[in-house]
């Protein structure tokens, strides 16, 4: 399999995500990070393929659908069609005529790409919803809408193939990200966790963001996505410390006075949340100072302008954050084993204290050795990385992105110096894609210089 274009660290190929995907060896990548195209959102100009059915039939197409036109969110129409014979579709992922029907081709994707994923890989997949169509004028025109169906002679299971959306009607929200989620973890996924990506808020004094602006005036205007976070086994590789946060200057004066929230907030019938075993002890809430806290799963990320032409970009720090949490920075070139980060906390008690609102507690001993409501300095860092032993030396860990659109992944890629795999359909979209990763490598030799 030749690539459409290749650096030292990475490789893009040019073709249909499952047949490029069945090419590659099993086991192979350590994170996958994409964005598959949205359900019903909009055309991508990229012509029809063939799903599912007979690899070997004649196929013969007949297009379905309400005057043999599907309508979507974005008022185009667009044909799609079924091989009366063996059941094939004949369309885009993403213009599928059902919900279920496309939620079937990402599963029938992330088959393959649980494949070549690692035993101890994540995947990050971000998605949006969509709404269905606008609501016809009359109360015919509605109950015809709702019902439409269509039906062909053929095979038994094909006969019973209809383009009825369910329950779904006009103007609802479809619901996609989590069909999709539900399914692939019935499919045996490991579904971890639903990040928020907020691209705007309102109502909130520090940030508001920017979100594409709506005309519609019977709801509010959409202003995020979902991230999950999904793993092919119980445990996996993730290194949270990669991208740790500052604490707030309040949480670090709360510690340094030893708050315990709890037992001075006087709660008649006690502690509610125990947090007092936390904070009167140096050694943990000293601990926390020096590392920082794990993200939360909201993330604020500003959508970045785009200049060329691609409508769904994410900006660089989706793909980064999912980088330095999920892809190894080495591997072992033998086993392929990721090297974990092995790390330290010192501390040292600068002076000790009573806790403000009880001046004359006793102090005493805890079970680290500190005196009770001692403050304590500590320093958090990183001794080195596991060895597995193999002695073959290292190699970045690797990162696929089978929708690779403008190559957003690979250019985070090339920066944190972690190899990476592109899949993309469109030719525009891999010309740009090369385009721009020669410019983002030329530019890190010049700095290297």
């Given at each position: 399999m030749t690539p459409y274009f290749e650096t030292e660290l990475g490789k893009l190929y040019h073709g249909h995500v499952l047949e490029v995907l069945r090419e590659l060896p099993s086991e192979a990548v350590h994170c996958v990070i994409t964005s598959p195209p949205y359900w019903g959102l909009r055309d991508y100009g990229i012509p029809p393929q063939i799903w599912d059915g007979d690899s070997e039939c004649e196929h013969d197409w007949r297009i379905v659908g309400s005057n043999k036109e599907l309508r979507f969110r974005t008022g185009e129409k667009v044909g799609n069609a079924f091989c009366k014979k063996c059941g094939a579709w004949l369309g885009s992922l993403g213009l599928e005529p059902t919900p279920d029907l496309y939620v079937a081709h990402i599963v029938q994707i992330f088959r393959e790409i649980r494949r070549v994923l690692r035993k101890d890989g994540t995947v990050w997949l971000n998605l949006g919803d969509s709404y269905m169509g606008a609501v016809p004028k009359t109360k015919e025109t509605y109950n015809q809408e709702i019902n439409?169906?269509?039906?062909?002679?053929?095979?038994?299971?094909?006969?019973?193939?209809?383009?009825?959306?369910?329950?779904?009607?006009?103007?609802?929200?479809?619901?996609?990200?989590?069909?999709?989620?539900?399914?692939?973890?019935?499919?045996?996924?490991?579904?971890?966790?639903?990040?928020?990506?907020?691209?705007?808020?309102?109502?909130?004094?520090?940030?508001?963001?920017?979100?594409?602006?709506?005309?519609?005036?019977?709801?509010?205007?959409?202003?995020?996505?979902?991230?999950?976070?999904?793993?092919?086994?119980?445990?996996?590789?993730?290194?949270?410390d990669a991208v740790r946060e500052k604490l707030q200057e309040s949480t670090i004066q709360r510690y340094q006075r030893n708050w315990d929230g709890d037992t001075q907030r006087g709660y008649v019938s006690g502690p509610q949340n125990h947090v007092d075993k936390w904070i009167s002890n140096p050694k943990k809430t000293q601990r926390s100072i020096a590392l920082g806290r794990a993200p939360r799963s909201v993330w604020a990320i500003n959508p970045q302008p785009f200049p060329e032409a691609h409508f769904a970009t994410f900006p660089m720090k989706l793909p980064e954050i999912a980088i330095k949490v999920g892809c190894p920075?080495?591997?072992?070139?033998?086993?392929?084993?990721?090297?974990?980060?092995?790390?330290?906390?010192?501390?040292?008690?600068?002076?000790?204290?009573?806790?403000?609102?009880?001046?004359?507690?006793?102090?005493?001993?805890?079970?680290?050795?500190?005196?009770?409501?001692?403050?304590?300095?500590?320093?958090?860092?990183?001794?080195?990385?596991?060895?597995?032993?193999?002695?073959?030396?290292?190699?970045?860990?690797?990162?696929?992105?089978?929708?690779?659109?403008?190559?957003?992944?690979?250019?985070?890629?090339?920066?944190?110096?972690?190899?990476?795999?592109?899949?993309?359909?469109?030719?525009?979209?891999?010309?740009?894609?090369?385009?721009?990763?020669?410019?983002?490598?030329?530019?890190?030799?010049?700095f290297r210089e």
């Open positions: 439409r169906s269509t039906t062909w002679e053929g095979k038994d299971h094909i006969a019973t193939l209809k383009t009825k959306l369910h329950n779904l009607k006009p103007k609802d929200l479809c619901g996609i990200p989590w069909r999709v989620a539900l399914a692939l973890q019935t499919d045996g996924w490991w579904l971890r966790q639903d990040i928020i990506w907020v691209k705007a808020i309102s109502f909130c004094p520090t940030y508001s963001g920017s979100v594409m602006p709506e005309s519609v005036k019977d709801r509010f205007c959409n202003s995020y996505e979902h991230i999950f976070l999904l793993a092919k086994n119980i445990r996996y590789f993730f290194d949270l920075q080495w591997i072992c070139k033998k086993c392929g084993k990721a090297r974990e980060r092995i790390a330290k906390t010192e501390y040292d008690v600068l002076r000790k204290s009573r806790i403000q609102d009880q001046p004359k507690q006793k102090m005493r001993k805890d079970n680290f050795g500190f005196t009770k409501g001692a403050v304590a300095r500590s320093k958090h860092y990183t001794l080195g990385w596991t060895d597995c032993r193999c002695r073959a030396g290292w190699e970045p860990g690797i990162v696929l992105d089978p929708f690779m659109g403008a190559g957003t992944t690979a250019v985070v890629a090339e920066r944190l110096g972690r190899k990476w795999i592109g899949i993309e359909l469109s030719e525009p979209y891999c010309s740009m894609t090369k385009e721009r990763i020669k410019r983002e490598t030329q530019q890190l030799e010049l």
